[in-house]
């Protein structure tokens, strides 16, 4: 394998997307440095750098003498500080290309998290650094643990107008890989799954894989703006996105498969 001189930062790089990014970017011949909490070795032409974005520890030596950085660190609170101290190490480095991960509805959805997703955005794109952003809809993964907490219920709580597009967390990672090896884009089409779901349409199949009874459907409703927007589709993109191809049926399988 033919290593670039270079390596890729990747953030996140131990996560679910990440676990999926690295390995394509190994083997398409390039080093990869990966900024994580926790001190780890160095492995399989993969470096660590111990730090913190949020609390903006080891964020320069990081990014030091990378020219493309993999922004997938992502959580339930605070991206948005997150990714401005990585904009601001990487604005004072020689970064050539900054990618960043979002959410499909991110503009559109009015709640707290998804406005760090779309401050993170705009940090991207007015950092001064050539940039891309894909949005994508939610992992299969994301998926799957809303319908097994779900049906931990007696009843099956479904609120009204909510539809998920989850997509593959593997097809993204090759989207990603894709991009970060392509000149920069800017804000390129979501991605979203292959098909659309209610919430009774997403946990049929993973009661009937694991041999459960359906259960009692509980209509609830989603207050506010944030469900007059869910109500509404702000949280889907149904024209213009690159879609993948494994259903969240497929997904279920392989999982039940592998267990």
């Not at 609170?77 to 499909?104: C, E, M, N, Q």
């Not at 707290?112 to 991207?124: D, F, I, N």
């Not at 007015?126 to 643990?145: N, V, Y």
């Amino acid at each position: 394998m033919t290593s670039t001189s270079a390596p890729i930062l990747v953030t996140g790089g131990t996560g679910t997307l990440g676990g999926h990014v690295v390995p394509l970017l190994r083997a398409a011949g390039h080093e990869v440095r990966i900024l994580t909490r926790r001190a780890r070795p160095a492995a399989d032409g993969v470096e660590y750098v111990t730090g913190d974005l949020l609390r903006g520890e080891g964020v320069e030596a990081a990014v030091e003498g990378a020219h493309t950085v993999l922004h997938l660190a992502g959580g339930p609170k605070g991206d948005d500080v997150a990714t401005r101290a990585l904009v601001g190490a990487a604005t004072r480095a020689d970064v050539r290309h900054l990618l960043y991960i979002s959410v499909v509805g991110a503009d559109r959805v009015p709640l707290a998290w998804l406005r760090t997703k779309l401050e993170s955005e705009r940090a991207v794109a007015d950092s001064g650094i050539p940039w891309t952003t894909l949005r994508a809809a939610q992992f299969h993964e994301l998926a799957l643990t809303m319908a097994e907490k779900m049906t931990r219920l007696p009843v099956l709580p479904v609120p009204g107008g909510l539809r998920l597009q989850p997509v593959d967390s593997r097809e993204v990672a090759a989207r990603l890989v894709e991009l970060a090896l392509s000149r920069p884009s800017g804000l390129v089409p979501d991605m979203t799954g292959p098909k659309l779901y209610g919430i009774r349409e997403l946990v049929a199949p993973y009661l009937e894989l694991h041999g459960r009874r359906r259960r009692p459907a509980l209509p609830v409703r989603i207050p506010g703006k944030a469900g007059r927007a869910y109500r509404a589709g702000a949280n889907l993109t149904l024209e213009g996105a690159e879609t993948g191809k494994r259903t969240w049926e497929e997904f279920l399988a392989e999982r039940a498969g592998a267990a």
